[in-house]
C-alpha cells in the first residue's frame, strides 16, 4: 500500500485496530434528518468523541470548521430522494478532485445489492476505487438497503460486503445481524464497520448489538441515528466509545451511559 493511502487509512483505523465514525450524511437523500435539521449543532458536541466524520460536502464546507475538523470520509454518491423513484439509482456526484481538494481521508459510496440498479452501482464503486487508488483515497463501501430493511439477514449482508470487498473497497459499512453475523465479517477480506439503522427502542438495545458485532470480529461503527436521535447523543457516544475503544463490557457501557447522562442531567438542572 502507498504511504498515502496507508497514512489515510491510519487516520481512520486507530492503533488500537477499532474505529468509530459519526455518519451524518443522511440528508443526502433524506433532506432535513429529525435530529439533523442544523447539522453543525448535532455534530459540536459529538465530534470529541468520534474518529472520522462522514458527510457530503455540503455539510462539510457549510457547517464544520476548518481548523477544528476530524478526519474527514466524505460522501459522494447521490442523485435520489425519498421524495420520488427507486433509492437505489444512486451515481456519484462529487468528483475525486473536489475531495482531494477538500483533504478527505476516505470517500464513501453506497452499493444497493440485489436491487434494479444492481450493476450501475457496483461499477460506480469500481470506477471510484479505480480513481482513489491512483490518488491514494481509501473507499468506504456503504452497503446499502434502501427501503428493503428486512433484507438485512447474514446471507444477503455476507454476499454485500464480499462483493463490495472484491471491488476494492478498504473498508465495508453494513449492518448487524443476531444470526451469523460472524459469517458477514468472516466472508470479508477488508474490515467491517456497523451501522445502526432507524433508531432503537432503547439505548441498551444498541449497546447490546455493537458489543456482539465487535465480538463477532467488526473492528467499529458508523453509527449515526441511534446517537444523535437519542434524547442523550453525548452519554450514548461515550457509551459506545468505552465499548468500541476500551473492549469494554454492555454493564459497563451502560454503567458510562448512566452517570454522562446524571452529569449532564445536573448541569442543566434537570431531573429525569
Ligand atoms: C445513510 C448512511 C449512513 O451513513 C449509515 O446508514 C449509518 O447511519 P445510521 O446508523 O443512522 O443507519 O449511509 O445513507
Request: aromatic share 6%.
Amino acid at each position: 500500500m502507498d504511504w498515502g493511502m496507508a497514512n489515510r487509512m491510519a487516520q481512520l483505523i486507530q492503533s488500537d485496530g477499532k474505529c468509530m465514525f459519526l455518519p451524518v450524511d443522511h440528508g443526502y437523500f433524506q433532506g432535513p434528518t429529525r435530529s439533523l435539521e442544523r447539522p453543525g449543532e448535532t455534530i459540536a458536541p459529538l465530534l470529541l468523541y468520534a474518529d472520522a466524520l462522514f458527510a457530503t460536502r455540503g455539510v462539510v464546507r457549510a457547517v464544520v470548521d476548518p481548523a477544528d475538523a476530524k478526519p474527514l470520509i466524505l460522501r459522494v454518491s447521490g442523485g435520489t430522494s425519498m421524495a420520488n423513484g427507486d433509492l437505489a439509482d444512486e451515481d456519484v456526484t462529487t468528483s475525486m478532485e473536489d475531495a482531494i481538494r477538500m483533504n478527505v481521508s476516505a470517500v464513501g459510496i453506497s452499493v444497493f445489492i440485489g436491487s434494479d440498479y444492481q450493476k450501475q452501482s457496483i461499477i460506480n464503486l469500481g470506477r471510484l476505487v479505480d480513481e482513489g487508488e491512483r490518488y491514494g483515497i481509501p473507499v468506504m463501501a456503504v452497503t446499502a438497503v434502501g427501503r428493503e430493511l428486512d433484507q438485512r439477514d447474514s446471507r444477503y449482508l455476507a454476499m454485500a460486503c464480499r462483493i463490495c470487498a472484491e471491488m476494492g473497497a478498504k473498508v465495508v459499512k453494513t449492518y448487524w445481524c443476531a444470526d451469523g453475523f460472524d459469517r458477514v465479517v468472516d466472508g470479508c477480506p477488508v474490515p467491517v464497520v456497523m451501522a445502526g439503522g432507524p433508531r432503537a427502542d432503547t439505548e441498551l438495545e444498541v449497546l447490546e448489538f455493537v458489543h456482539d458485532g465487535m465480538q463477532n470480529g467488526a473492528i467499529g461503527i458508523n453509527l449515526g441515528r441511534n446517537i444523535w436521535q437519542s434524547p442523550h447523543p453525548v452519554p450514548m457516544i461515550r457509551a459506545l466509545r468505552h465499548i468500541i475503544h476500551g473492549n469494554g463490557s454492555v454493564a459497563e457501557a451502560q454503567e458510562i451511559f448512566d452517570s454522562a447522562r446524571a452529569e449532564t442531567a445536573e448541569l442543566v438542572g434537570v431531573s429525569d
